[in-house]
């Protein structure tokens, strides 16, 4: 089906969705690499007025990547859910962005609607939001998640530890997560990127990190950021694995390329939820969501994945929001978008970062995920530190589950910029919020006092 | 009374425990913090080293002069290419058009490169770090050019906002059996001036990485120039015995550990 729209009598067609989608993006440089962008901003905004017009329904009878070529389509084809959908099957794109932002769109509202939502849909309904927009609907929504601790909440920020190490050196490791926990931050996760990919460092810095939180009973969950099977193979013996980590994409193709597929992570989550490790939480809830996944604009187009109908490409944001119907299908404990990490050939600087790392968060809530966001960028980005404390700013705003609390915002071993101790606790301070209840509490009891107390001769506390 | 006084910055989450948490970590633990903000000094700190790096990624390849140092340890012509990528942001931007040369450069190479066949070809690209190329290839020319004795050499080549991937199409113009790339890799907020070898046999457009085999982190602060020339010669050899690069030289030889 192609659809059309006049300017200034000049009339511009769409031959297909998937060029209308990837026509009607906001500018960013891995759609023009991929020689899928608007080629002016009047094409731009006209093919923004077409779709529009296009009912919500027309997303469920054409797909932007074929349901016979691809697993992820036949995922999100075959697990829609049609009496969620029925309320806004009669709007079309833009009725459901006035709709999102109108007083009607309540929080109970967005969440029952979430499984009514394809992937495609949301990004196409971001693609005419602006950024306050993006902010204002994704505010409303919250998703809440649990094992030790329960992430999401209203009124909460929490912080995933990324206490990296060049040479995975566990005193190291231990050295950054001593200052992150001191200063307030891991009630997301403890999670570490292994240099290496061994299944023995691997169950190593797991069972530090096991020592560790129980010596000092912490309500934390912890995470080695190893590939998926190297994981297994450390929880196969017998490691304390507490989260199960994957990064993942919107095509099978380029899940392929991360050595992933769904009957893989279909097996690595009931692996992990045969464990059984997560607690009673807060509200007398016992944890339960135990993957972590992570995204990013741009992963399938680097790995030549981003295929769609007719062999021609689809736009990155839109095969970002795919990524999140891969997520969702296993109810996991965190999500984020890495969303600088990718380089300025996919987002070139801190106005195409920001942008999408809004997108990101807005689609994945939307559709129902535990959204955090890797606030971060990489030095040949035209982006710098004031980017990122703007981009932290609004998704604190935007009500963000959790952001990365890396030692002074440098990763040492993955050479790049993310977020601090700091910035997390200076976005709780500006905006009046909380580490999650269990986090909070423990902060306030003996285990953070024999912890503050002890980390002065922090080589007595790396004994393992 | 005004009841201002000048604020006094903790040294880390806790007093007194600044040092002991840096000893066991290059990661900026232990930063100095008022209120909730890290201390001027240490943010300073930081912001020179980010200023370091996009000074480092935005630098000018000097490529006469580099031609003129290398011609001189190298005693044959040094061809001065282009990619088609035009300026900076462009490169930023369409890694596709660094990957190959333009029209300048291969009718140059066409007509004066004699092809023929060769041993190996040294290509020199500026990648992300002009500054890497500057500090680190001569010194490691220096140390690398007697080791290679028995090759026949095509001329050397400099590339001005080159990426790995074009070292296959100056490699196959130049008849060359074996490319080998020194290019600046992309600046960390500690290592403006990292310097990486890809080495790749028979190159022709088309390669992927899986079929090259690298030295990373060649630096004062990393690998030196004298282990980074050695660690070439290991692998330049192998390669010309097995005939191949990439994953299945690394499994075959087993010789490529990480420097």
Same mark, same amino acid.
């Given at each position: 089906?192609?659809?059309?729209?006049?300017?200034?009598?000049?009339?511009?067609?769409?031959?297909?969705?998937?060029?209308?989608?990837?026509?009607?993006?906001?500018?960013?440089?891995?759609?023009?690499?991929?020689?899928?962008?608007?080629?002016?901003?009047?094409?731009?905004?006209?093919? /923004?007025?077409?779709?529009?017009?296009? #009912?919500?329904?027309? =997303?469920?009878?054409?797909?932007?990547?074929?349901?016979?070529?691809?697993?992820?389509?036949?995922?999100?084809?075959?697990?829609?859910?049609?009496?969620?959908?029925?309320?806004?099957?009669?709007?079309?794109?833009?009725?459901?962005?006035?709709?999102?932002?109108?007083?009607?769109?309540?929080?109970?509202?967005?969440?029952?609607?979430? #499984?009514?939502?394809?992937?495609?849909?949301?990004?196409?309904?971001?693609?005419?939001?602006?950024?306050?927009?993006?902010?204002?609907? +994704?505010?409303?929504?919250?998703?809440?998640?649990?094992?030790?601790?329960?992430?999401?909440?209203?009124?909460?920020?929490?912080?995933?530890? /990324?206490?990296?190490? #060049?040479?995975?050196?566990?005193?190291?490791?231990?050295?950054?997560?001593?200052?992150?926990?001191?200063?307030?931050?891991?009630?997301?996760?403890?999670?570490?990127?292994?240099?290496?990919?061994?299944?023995?460092?691997?169950?190593?810095?797991?069972?530090?990190?096991?020592?560790?939180?129980?010596?000092?009973?912490?309500?934390?969950?912890?995470?080695?950021?190893?590939?998926?099977?190297?994981?297994?193979?450390?929880?196969?013996?017998?490691?304390?694995?507490?989260?199960?980590?994957?990064?993942?994409?919107?095509?099978?193709?380029?899940?392929?390329?991360?050595?992933?597929?769904?009957?893989?992570?279909?097996?690595?989550?009931?692996?992990?939820?045969?464990?059984?490790?997560?607690?009673?939480?807060?509200?007398?809830?016992?944890?339960?969501?135990?993957?972590?996944?992570?995204?990013?604009?741009?992963?399938?187009?680097?790995?030549?994945?981003?295929?769609?109908?007719?062999?021609?490409?689809?736009?990155?944001?839109?095969?970002?929001?795919?990524?999140?119907?891969? +997520?969702?299908?296993?109810? #996991?404990?965190?999500?984020?978008?890495?969303?600088?990490?990718?380089?300025?050939?996919?987002?070139?600087?801190?106005?195409?970062?920001?942008?999408?790392?809004?997108?990101?968060? =807005?689609?994945?809530?939307?559709?129902?995920?535990?959204?955090?966001?890797?606030?971060?960028?990489?030095?040949?980005?035209?982006?710098?530190?004031?980017?990122?404390?703007?981009?932290?700013?609004?998704?604190?705003?935007?009500?963000?589950?959790?952001?990365?609390?890396?030692?002074?915002?440098?990763?040492?071993?993955?050479?790049?910029?993310?977020?601090?101790?700091?910035?997390?606790?200076?976005?709780?301070?500006?905006?009046?919020?909380?580490?999650?209840?269990?986090?909070?509490?423990?902060?306030?009891?003996?285990? =953070?006092?024999?912890?503050?107390?002890?980390?002065?001769?922090?080589?007595?506390?790396?004994?393992? | 009374?005004?009841?201002?006084?000048?604020?006094?910055?903790?040294?880390?989450?806790?007093?007194?425990?600044?040092?002991?948490?840096?000893?066991?970590?290059?990661?900026?633990?232990?930063?100095?913090?008022?209120?909730?903000?890290?201390?001027?000094?240490?943010?300073?700190?930081?912001?020179?080293?980010?200023?370091?790096?996009?000074?480092?990624?935005?630098?000018?390849?000097?490529?006469? +002069?580099?031609?003129?140092?290398?011609?001189?340890?190298?005693?044959?012509?040094?061809?001065?290419?282009?990619?088609?990528?035009?300026?900076?942001?462009?490169?930023?931007?369409?890694?596709?058009?660094?990957?190959?040369?333009?029209?300048?450069?291969?009718?140059?190479?066409?007509?004066?490169?004699?092809?023929?066949?060769?041993?190996?070809?040294?290509?020199?690209?500026?990648?992300?770090?002009?500054?890497?190329?500057?500090?680190?290839?001569?010194?490691? =020319?220096?140390?690398?050019?007697?080791?290679?004795?028995?090759?026949?050499?095509?001329?050397?080549?400099?590339?001005?906002?080159?990426?790995?991937?074009?070292?296959?199409?100056?490699?196959?113009?130049?008849?060359?059996?074996?490319?080998?790339?020194?290019?600046?890799?992309?600046?960390?907020?500690?290592?403006?001036?990292?310097?990486?070898?890809?080495?790749?046999?028979?190159?022709?457009?088309?390669?992927?990485?899986?079929?090259?085999?690298?030295?990373?982190?060649?630096?004062?602060?990393?690998?030196?120039?004298?282990?980074?020339?050695?660690?070439?010669?290991?692998?330049?050899?192998?390669?010309?015995?097995?005939?191949?690069?990439?994953?299945?030289?690394?499994?075959?030889?087993?010789?490529?550990?990480?420097?």
């Amino acid at each position: 089906m192609s659809f059309a729209h006049t300017i200034a009598n000049r009339r511009y067609t769409f031959g297909s969705l998937r060029e209308l989608l990837a026509k009607a993006t906001p500018l960013r440089s891995g759609d023009v690499l991929a020689g899928i962008a608007a080629e002016s901003a009047e094409e731009r905004v006209a093919a /923004q007025f077409a779709l529009a017009d296009l #009912p919500l329904a027309h =997303f469920l009878s054409e797909q932007v990547v074929p349901y016979e070529d691809d697993e992820v389509t036949r995922l999100i084809v075959d697990t829609h859910n049609a009496g969620a959908f029925a309320p806004v099957r009669s709007f079309t794109v833009g009725e459901l962005r006035d709709w999102l932002l109108s007083d009607e769109a309540t929080l109970e509202r967005l969440a029952a609607l979430g #499984p009514g939502f394809t992937p495609e849909m949301v990004a196409a309904v971001s693609k005419l939001m602006r950024v306050q927009d993006l902010i204002a609907a +994704a505010a409303k929504i919250r998703v809440v998640t649990r094992f030790r601790t329960t992430v999401g909440l209203p009124g909460r920020l929490s912080a995933r530890l /990324q206490p990296n190490h #060049p040479t995975d050196s566990p005193a190291g490791i231990a050295a950054s997560i001593l200052d992150g926990l001191l200063l307030g931050s891991g009630d997301a996760v403890i999670g570490v990127n292994p240099a290496g990919d061994g299944v023995e460092v691997t169950a190593q810095l797991l069972r530090m990190m096991d020592t560790l939180r129980e010596r000092f009973r912490i309500p934390v969950q912890s995470c080695v950021l190893a590939h998926i099977t190297t994981q297994m193979a450390a929880l196969a013996h017998d490691a304390p694995v507490d989260l199960l980590f994957q990064s993942i994409a919107g095509t099978e193709a380029a899940n392929r390329s991360f050595g992933v597929n769904l009957a893989l992570l279909t097996e690595a989550h009931e692996a992990g939820q045969a464990l059984k490790r997560g607690a009673v939480c807060v509200d007398g809830q016992i944890g339960s969501n135990i993957l972590y996944f992570e995204t990013g604009q741009g992963s399938a187009l680097s790995a030549n994945a981003h295929y769609g109908a007719g062999g021609l490409g689809v736009d990155q944001q839109t095969l970002e929001a795919r990524a999140y119907a891969v +997520a969702r299908h296993f109810r #996991p404990m965190l999500v984020n978008t890495v969303v600088g990490f990718i380089g300025p050939e996919y987002l070139y600087d801190g106005k195409q970062i920001l942008r999408a790392g809004l997108e990101d968060h =807005f689609c994945g809530k939307l559709l129902g995920l535990p959204m955090g966001c890797d606030v971060c960028y990489t030095n040949h980005a035209e982006a710098d530190q004031d980017d990122m404390d703007t981009l932290l700013t609004l998704l604190g705003v935007a009500g963000v589950n959790y952001i990365m609390g890396v030692p002074g915002a440098d990763d040492v071993m993955l050479n790049y910029q993310s977020t601090s101790f700091h910035d997390a606790l200076y976005l709780r301070r500006v905006l009046g919020l909380r580490p999650a209840p269990e986090f909070e509490a423990w902060m306030e009891g003996d285990g =953070f006092g024999r912890l503050a107390l002890e980390a002065r001769h922090p080589e007595r506390l790396l004994t393992v | 009374m005004s009841g201002i006084t000048r604020a006094k910055p903790v040294a880390g989450p806790v007093a007194g425990l600044a040092a002991r948490l840096r000893a066991l970590t290059p990661a900026r633990v232990g930063l100095g913090r008022t209120g909730a903000s890290v201390a001027t000094r240490d943010l300073l700190d930081f912001q020179r080293c980010h200023a370091l790096a996009r000074d480092a990624v935005q630098a000018r390849l000097e490529s006469a +002069a580099l031609a003129r140092t290398l011609g001189a340890i190298v005693g044959g012509s040094v061809f001065r290419l282009h990619s088609a990528a035009t300026d900076r942001a462009t490169y930023l931007q369409r890694p596709d058009l660094g990957r190959r040369l333009d029209e300048t450069s291969r009718t140059l190479l066409l007509e004066r490169a004699e092809s023929k066949s060769r041993d190996l070809a040294l290509i020199v690209a500026d990648g992300l770090s002009a500054l890497a190329v500057e500090r680190h290839v001569a010194p490691l =020319f220096e140390e690398l050019l007697p080791k290679l004795a028995g090759w026949r050499l095509a001329p050397m080549c400099i590339v001005e906002q080159g990426r790995v991937a074009i070292g296959d199409e100056i490699g196959a113009l130049l008849g060359a059996q074996i490319a080998v790339v020194l290019i600046g890799e992309r600046p960390g907020l500690s290592s403006p001036d990292s310097l990486g070898a890809y080495i790749t046999w028979e190159p022709q457009p088309g390669r992927v990485d899986a079929e090259r085999n690298c030295i990373s982190n060649i630096r004062a602060e990393g690998l030196s120039c004298t282990r980074a020339a050695a660690q070439l010669e290991v692998i330049l050899s192998a390669a010309r015995r097995l005939q191949l690069t990439g994953v299945a030289l690394k499994n075959e030889a087993g010789l490529l550990q990480k420097g």
